[in-house]
């Protein structure tokens, strides 16, 4: 059984900074791609940002050079370092990873639970 659990999520205020983290347990053989989508009120799912195993990102045109993904294949963990933000960056933010399950031939998305981010004054 693998699960993802995201924190970091918080109010903040229009110039701010935070930190999402993204840590996945369990049975993992190998994970892939690692991301962070954002939701808000009203609108759909959207991508923020994607790094590949070997470290190649690209981020969604609204927040490049705003936030920063990395990751730490040692912990099986994704962040997502965000800077200078902005009240339409106010959403529900998921984490995703990309893994192959030890005793699987498949790898599939696994998807954190959501993390509130409000920027407001």
Same mark, same amino acid.
């Given at each position: ?7 970091? $999520?918080?109010?903040? #205020?229009?110039? !701010?900074?935070? @930190?999402?983290?993204? %840590?996945?347990?369990?049975? +993992?053989?190998?994970? *892939?791609?690692? $991301?962070?989508?954002? #939701?808000?009120? !009203?609108?759909? @799912?959207?991508?923020? %940002?994607?790094?590949?195993? +070997?470290?190649?990102? *690209? ?11 990395? @990751? ?50």
């Amino acid at each position: 059984q693998v699960q993802l659990v995201e924190s970091g $999520g918080d109010l903040v #205020q229009p110039g !701010g900074s935070l @930190r999402l983290s993204c %840590a996945a347990s369990g049975s +993992i053989f190998r994970i *892939n791609d690692m $991301g962070w989508y954002r #939701q808000a009120p !009203g609108k759909q @799912r959207d991508l923020v %940002a994607r790094i590949t195993f +070997i470290g190649i990102t *690209n981020y969604a045109n609204s927040v490049k050079d705003r936030f920063t993904i990395s @990751r730490d294949n040692a912990k099986n963990t994704v962040y997502l370092q965000m800077n200078s933000l902005k009240s339409e960056d106010t959403a529900v933010y998921y984490c995703y990873q990309n893994i192959r399950a030890s005793g699987s031939t498949l790898s599939r998305d696994y998807w954190g639970q959501g993390t509130q981010v409000t920027v407001s004054s």
